[in-house]
T-cell receptor, first 112, second 109 residues
Framework: KAGVTQTPRYLIKTRGQQVTLSCSPI?????VSWYQQTPGQGLQFLFE???????NKGNFPGRFSGRQFSNSRSEMNVSTLELGDSALYLC???????????FGPGTRLLVL | GIQVEQSPPDLILQEGANSTLRCNFS?????LQWFHQNPWGQLINLFY???GTKQNGRLSATTVATERYSLLYISSSQTTDSGVYFC???????????FGRGTSLIVHP
């Protein structure tokens, strides 16, 4: 089986712009979770989607949003980018969301 | 919210040595996971261990939920074990994990 893929791998944006990141889960997995990793805040949970529905959400402002498509692929969007949004964004997939997760390689976002 | 503390923050070993990493949490949890992030950023789920002991090769983990801690044991360490080890807990009901700051491990040949 192919692993979790994330695109793009690297991205440079400027403050105020918006960005969309994509995650393709392992075939058959219906749960996709997103995480943000920064040197200052560490690893933080953004949200989880299961069968096209947002099932859980971490403590992030409304500028961070996501969605999941019928084929389980997921996108996350960050609007009105701030310098502090520079981070490694990781997605992970699992069958049901409550057991072993498989992570993608991440998207490194730099906001200038 | 729940607090997760990992110790030690940094660890340097010679190849072949054993080590124990600790994860303390401030409240009862429904789930605890251990992860390894290699130097290139790839995160791997090592254990899903809300209680009890599990082993996978040279790695094993024990969670004592009643005392609010978990231990990750690495035996006969190898250079490929280098990276950062994270534990994450969630309270159950909803999957909203809280991560510790991690233990950075360097294994020298």
């Amino acid at each position: 089986k192919a692993g979790v893929t994330q695109t793009p791998r690297y991205l440079i944006k400027t403050r105020g712009q918006q960005v969309t990141l994509s995650c393709s889960p392992i075939s058959g997995h219906r749960s996709v979770s997103w995480y943000q990793q920064t040197p200052g805040q560490g690893l933080q949970f953004l949200f989880e989607y299961f069968s096209e529905t947002q099932r859980n959400k971490g403590n992030f402002p409304g500028r961070f949003s996501g969605r999941q498509f019928s084929n389980s692929r997921s996108e996350m969007n960050v609007s009105t980018l701030e310098l502090g949004d520079s981070a490694l964004y990781l997605c992970a997939s699992s069958s049901r969301g409550d057991e072993t997760q498989y992570f993608g390689p991440g998207t490194r976002l730099l906001v200038l | 919210g729940i607090q997760v503390e990992q110790s030690p923050p940094d660890l340097i070993l010679q190849e072949g040595a054993n080590s124990t990493l600790r994860c303390n949490f401030s409240d009862s949890v429904n789930n605890l996971q251990w992860f390894h992030q290699n130097p290139w950023g790839q995160l791997i789920n090592l254990f899903y261990i809300p209680s009890g002991t599990k082993q996978n090769g040279r790695l094993s983990a024990t969670t004592v939920a009643t005392e609010r801690y978990s231990l990750l044991y690495i035996s006969s360490s190898q250079t490929t074990d280098s990276g950062v080890y994270f534990c994450a807990v969630d309270r159950g009901g909803s999957y909203i994990p809280t991560f510790g700051r991690g233990t950075s491990l360097i294994v020298h040949p």
